[in-house]
T-cell receptor, first 113, second 116 residues
């Protein structure tokens, strides 16, 4: 079954801790993306990667970091520098060309205690 | 300026009726793509329909159709024969350009409630 998985579904973090959110896809997509969603709002782009070993900052990259060592995986680290990390995080992937529809994972809800 | 504007925070529709969700966009690119996604209470974003800027015909996917008016820069979603399961948030999104950044810019969404 092809798709995108994110783990964990819920994550609680103490202030000052770094946490890493997992995103894996088996769709053979080249491009992957991380978005953040705050209550009652649309999605905002954190980071994106169009190819392995390359990634670019999005609109709200401060306090976040990513890596893209494998085509299938694009983990997101929320660092202690992120001032307000409580949000819903969505990972997506796409072919990276043509119509380029993005398909999303189920999301991770991060709460800072 | 907002790139994607959804002016209806909430909409109600009776079951089996049609409903139109509004979306206007702003871009100077000639090549762009417009998308609609559905987000149920579970949170996952579900792709509904796509319209390319060069497509001359309005896109359709089952009960979903996109009313694309390029000169007015609008891309409204029409849901026909609404069902209770259509109750969700709906987001309009745009991808600009052919190359480079291919991420989406999203609107703030419309909450649709289908009433029996």
């Amino acid at each position: 079954d092809g798709g995108i998985t994110q783990s964990p579904k819920y994550l609680f973090r103490k202030e000052g801790q770094n946490v890493t959110l997992s995103c894996e896809q088996n769709l053979n997509h080249d491009a992957m993306y991380w978005y953040r969603q705050d209550p009652g709002q649309g999605l905002r782009l954190i980071y994106y990667s169009q190819i392995v070993n390359d990634f670019q900052k999005g609109d709200i990259a401060e306090g976040y970091s990513v890596s893209r060592e494998k085509k299938e995986s694009f983990p997101l680290t929320v660092t202690s520098a992120q001032k307000n990390p409580t949000a819903f995080y969505l990972c997506a992937s796409s072919l990276g060309q043509g119509e380029d529809t993005q398909y999303f994972g189920p999301g991770t809800r991060l709460t800072v205690l | 300026a907002q790139k994607i504007t959804q002016t209806q925070p909430g909409m109600f529709v009776q079951e089996k009726e049609a409903v139109t969700l509004d979306c206007t966009y702003d871009t100077s690119d000639q090549s762009y793509g417009l998308f609609w996604y559905k987000q149920p209470s579970s949170g996952e974003m579900i792709f509904l329909i796509y319209q390319g800027s060069y497509d001359e015909q309005n896109a359709t996917e089952g009960r979903y159709s996109l009313n694309f008016q390029k000169a007015r820069k609008s891309a409204n979603l029409v849901i026909s024969a609404s069902q209770l399961g259509d109750s969700a948030m709906y987001f309009c999104a745009m991808r600009e350009g052919e190359a480079g950044r291919r991420a989406l810019t999203f609107g703030s969404g419309t909450r649709l409630q289908v009433q029996p």
